[in-house]
Nanobody, 127 residues
């Protein structure tokens, strides 16, 4: 069974940084765009960032632009989300997910375009 496993979450203070990692098991995802999403308590899951299969194009939500950086290392089959200048509003469970379609040359922000999903990692930012 294909799984995506996130790691790197934790509790930090406002202004600090974290780096999330997403490593699939059971399959490689070098041909697929990868996305990061987050869900805060009582809110819907939302798009945070994505990177196409080659790493040549990325997309960010306005709320994280300039603070977060997504990257991928296909040799290691791992996707990263570097999160700097964290704010309390960034507190959420962060999920990575793989695009359903291979070789898509644009990043989708729609949840329905992604499968499978990881189990999520908690990020808590205190003020």
């Amino acid at each position: 069974q294909v799984q995506l496993v996130e790691s790197g979450g934790g509790l930090v203070q406002s202004g600090e940084s974290l780096r999330l990692s997403c490593a699939p098991s059971g399959r490689t995802f070098g041909n697929y765009a990868m996305g990061w999403f987050r869900q805060a308590p009582g809110k819907e899951r939302e798009f945070v960032s994505g990177v196409i299969w080659s790493g040549g194009s990325t997309l960010y939500a306005d709320s994280v632009k300039g603070r977060f950086t997504i990257s991928r290392d296909n040799a290691k089959n791992t996707v990263y989300l570097q999160m700097n200048s964290l704010k309390p509003d960034d507190t959420a469970v962060y999920y990575c997910a793989a695009d359903r379609v291979q070789f898509r040359n644009s990043v989708s922000t729609r949840l329905i375009d992604y499968n499978p999903w990881g189990q999520g990692t908690q990020v808590t930012v205190s003020s």
